[in-house]
């Protein structure tokens, strides 16, 4: 199969940066790439696998020839350039929440649902950070034992606020977190606010855990998402109720063969995954696996793992590998 | 009635100085105060209303003719002196676990459960810092609607673990954080850990919780305690299921004229408590007040104190407050 001619969209961000370092690691091979970003950021050079590149700006004639648009722009900057990409025959793999809950667009998580992949028409959402990395863990557990409902608590690292948050927290800012202040802080507000009390961020892990894992409706979830003073990697308490039982010996043995995911449980030797350590890795990391006493079939988890890269890149780049491996992208 | 001979036991410590603090600020009134601390620390001086005291050896002669001993000393010298203090017939309101949940000794949140008081034995046990703040709230809503079962995710501040942990998030180091380091980390450990795979800390909040609010026994609650980097104020979501159904609407209600709880709870204006904006102050803040679709009748808080405060200091001084009033003191 050919190699595709790649454009990477929004590749001065803090996620298009992760993508690049990705495509590097993996030796992602492909027959062009180019580098777009908005017209502020245009001249830039950016260096990649040893060569020097001129980032671009994005405008519709920059997707002439390509196959592959691995997108990190933002909302607003996908759906306006969307239209363009499908029409010349590229895909999208976008990062954004533009296109998540469409239904003619799969939201995939590489290892999780790759065969919704096969009916893409031109886009293929990735999940947000928060959604993401439950995927993996939770994927065969709802396969053994039937997902009933879940309470999930977010511990969000402030890098997936963006570069500007990161400046906050290590300088003592407040441009991105202006209200509250994030250093020494927990912030109980990512993204904005709806009706019914909960934030976006939180309907995501909601809307998108049951669009992804093909729940039931009737399947109950909740969601508190936090921001706190971390840099790197996303932590979250996890409380499941399952149609069927599960000890957590059980668990514990799904989930050391589950792809893409590390158990880290030793209560005994005090071990179990932090965000700081999980920084910079691949796998995402359960640990606490312990019997939930409130829920019926009840387990309670803690997931960590790095926000920028399964939360972000890393799966953008994995489902770029299933598109071209499956030969899903024309060229 | 007669004023009080006190004794402040561990003085010298976070939650000691804190007691000092209040019963300043309350002019709490007294006929004699000493305070006692390790032989490490006995001779420091300590500043107490305008006047000097020298501190003491923690002996058992040091509590003759005392009535009332306001003890954070940790559980083993509770443990020790206890009977010696309830022999002198004073009254000990302890805030270690020592006596929590022995059956003859009342754990009580003023406000919540004086009653309890009643039938002290000579010993009053104050709540750990993680279920304290829980109460307020918990009890008018429990009155009204019922708990059935409760999920509690907790974002603890490093000022529970006393001053070497204030002192590794403020340097960096890693004295009493050994293992993982706290700053820009989370550390999903608090106390020690038991065979069932929860920490002592996370069975605090389950048994106490009980204890108090007079729970039956089949009410279900399970929590995931987690130290974060923020110097002071404890956080927790919590996903309740009520018996009876009780909208955000009445529960803001019911909770905006509960006895020390406060309501801040206005996302259209991203007004909700964080620790930085609560540390130092007496009231629970309550925001986020939402339906919890994952459980019956489910509501979902986010509970912000000063957890030396209302976590500790606050409470064992209105507990010594209420038995002076209600004349449960010797004198």
Redesign the interface.
Known sequence: MSKPNIAVLGSTGVVGQEILKILEEKDFRFNSIKFLASARSAGNEIGFKGKKYIVEETKPEAFDGVNLVLASAGGATSKAFAPEIVKRGAVLVDNSSAFRMERDVPLVIAGVNDEDLKWHKGIVANPNCSTSQLMLPLKPLHDYAGIK???V?T?QSVSGAGKEAIDD?EHGTRNKFV???IN??????IDS?LE???TKEEMKV?NETKKILHLPEDV???C?A?R????TSH?E?V?IGFERPVT?EKAREILSSAYGVEVVDN??S?E?P????VAGKDPVYV?????????EN?L?L?VVADNLRIGAALNTVRIAEKLVETGLIKS
């Open positions: 409902r879940m309470v608590s511990y927290l209200k509250y202040p020494f802080n927990l912030i109980p507000h606010f019914n009390g909960y909601v109950k979830i909740s508190t936090v706190v003073p971390v840099y932590s308490a409380n957590p209560p005994e005090s179990y932090t965000p700081v350590e640990g606490r696996i312990r019997k939930d006493p409130a829920l009840g309670a803690w």
